[in-house]
């Protein structure tokens, strides 16, 4: 099965940019499959932030990151990079990278099958 590790967590202050990375370490990962990230703030739900798919590359943002977070891939590593520029401490979160083959709404965190462990991403004021 597809195994997601994630990099790039870490504290920074706001304005501050951030870049995450998530790399498939199965082998396993194909242009079948959509790429995506969510991120989870302690005592809340999982909320979602980005993803793209794979054969054409169509982004989607939440509102709340749109012009701010950028999403693209690497095919050839079977990587996805999140770029974050101008953070704020309200984007605190752990940053988890997701997988899936067709994920029918990809704002939804149950459509997505494959989660890594997560990286830790710290905004300070």
């Known amino acids: 099965q597809v195994q997601l590790v994630e990099s790039g967590g870490g504290t920074v202050q706001a304005g501050d940019s951030l870049r995450l990375a998530c790399v498939d370490s199965?082998?396993?990962?194909?242009?079948?499959?959509?790429m995506g990230w969510f991120r989870q703030a302690p005592g809340k739900e999982a909320e979602f932030v980005a993803a793209?798919?794979?054969?054409?590359?169509?982004?989607y943002y939440a509102d709340s990151v749109k012009g701010r977070f950028t999403i693209s891939k690497d095919g050839g590593e079977n990587s996805n990079y999140l770029q974050m520029n101008s953070v704020k401490p309200e984007d605190t979160a752990v940053y988890y990278c997701?997988?899936?083959?067709?994920?029918?709404?990809?704002?939804?965190?149950?459509?997505?099958?494959?989660w890594g462990r997560g990286t830790q991403v710290t905004v300070s004021s």
């Open positions: 793209i798919t794979w054969k054409d590359g169509i982004t």
């Open positions: 199965s082998g396993r990962f194909d242009s079948n499959y959509h």
């Open positions: 997701t997988a899936d083959q067709m994920p029918s709404t990809v704002t939804a965190a149950s459509e997505w099958q494959y």
